[in-house]
């Protein structure tokens, strides 16, 4: 774990997520390296199934923080994302100041100074200790910091980009009763977007943009061979580059790199060492989730499976 130590390079970001399964790119090491040395949020953007949510994930693991998720949807609002009062706590309390009401007056010799009184018990309804605080509060009072991630942004209402604002610009947000919170050290933040909304322009001026698409097939073979070491390096070469054209296809869904690992284990537990027509029909329903996509692809099938395994012996 190197929680608290400054990442020294964009190498041993790629070096420091290889270490805990993540098989990062060029390009996904350099936004990370540079988020903390600029101290900016990235804003992960691509299909799903492609490690955006798994990115964050790694980070926290690697770096040895605490991740704290905000899953988002639509209708969120701040007290579900940011805090809410203990509204049980402070009926708890109203009883306790009702029971106790003649020790609290007690010696008041006026409405004014009575009022006074109650006015000042009055305060600590409003305290922090009646705050139950959600994901976003939450990741600026880490004292050792965190990863934040707030997943699937795109999800959520075009208003509530504006409750991120200032967190995202100042890593601090005002609560009217208590005034401002600041972190008392900074989240390492990632926001994650599958496209489903286009995202407002102040949003993304206060965040790193990062793409991350299908890899290339060398780096989706690696990606294998971390997350499932049981199959063989034909195997691999052969799955990735049948995948790749299936991707070439018009379909309602291309198969991603989450949808490559399940297979890989499929293939593993019925031991198979390289792709083969029968093995293949088999198994395309964890690649494919839509029968439509099935019967497109499944003419292809067999072209397909020998074009792979040319590749992956001569490869």
């Known amino acids: 774990m190197t929680a608290n130590l400054p990442m020294q390079s964009i190498e041993a970001v790629t070096a420091g997520l290889a270490s805990v399964g993540y098989i990062a790119s060029r390009q996904i090491a350099t936004a990370v390296y540079l988020a903390e040395k600029i101290e900016k949020p990235i804003l992960v953007e691509g299909p799903a199934g492609v490690g955006k949510t798994e990115l964050a994930k790694a980070l926290a693991s690697w770096r040895g923080l605490q991740m704290i998720r905000m899953q988002c949807y639509e209708g969120l ?19 306790i100041l009702k029971d106790k009401l003649g020790e609290v007056l007690g010696g008041a010799q006026t409405l004014t100074d009575a009022l006074g009184r109650l006015h000042d018990f ?43 604002l200032e967190i995202l610009s100042d890593y601090q947000v005002t609560i009217p009763e208590l005034g401002t919170i600041s972190a008392t050290v900074k989240p390492l933040v990632l926001l994650t977007s599958n496209g489903e909304r286009d995202l407002s322009d102040a949003l993304k001026r206060r965040c790193l943009h990062l793409h991350i698409g299908f890899p ?65 029909k088999d198994t395309l329903n964890v690649l494919l989730k839509y029968e439509a996509d099935i019967e497109t692809a499944l003419p292809q099938v067999s072209g397909f499976v020998a074009k792979a395994g040319r590749e992956g012996v001569f490869g």
């Not at 994302?81 to 706590?89: D, P, R, V």
């Not at 976003?136 to 707030?150: D, R």
């Not at 049948?242 to 291309?254: E, H, P, S, V």
Request: one cysteine or more.
């Open 122 to 164: 009055g305060d600590v309804f409003f305290s922090k200790e009646f705050v139950e605080p959600r994901p976003l509060l939450k990741a600026l009072e880490q004292p050792q910091g965190c990863v934040l991630l707030v997943d699937e942004i795109d999800k959520s209402d075009a208003e509530f980009e504006s409750l991120l």
């Open 216 to 280: 290339e097939q060398r780096l989706e073979e690696r990606i294998v061979e971390s997350r499932v070491p049981g199959a063989g390096e034909t195997l691999r070469r052969q799955m990735v580059g049948f995948i790749n054209q299936i991707r070439a296809l018009d379909l309602k869904k291309l198969p991603s790199v989450s949808e490559t690992i399940d297979w890989a284990r499929v293939l593993v537990l019925l031991q198979a060492s390289e792709l083969d027509h029968q093995t293949v």
């Open 77 to 95: 609002d701040e007290a579900k994302a940011l805090y809410e009062w203990k509204y049980a706590k402070q009926l708890l309390y109203t009883q």
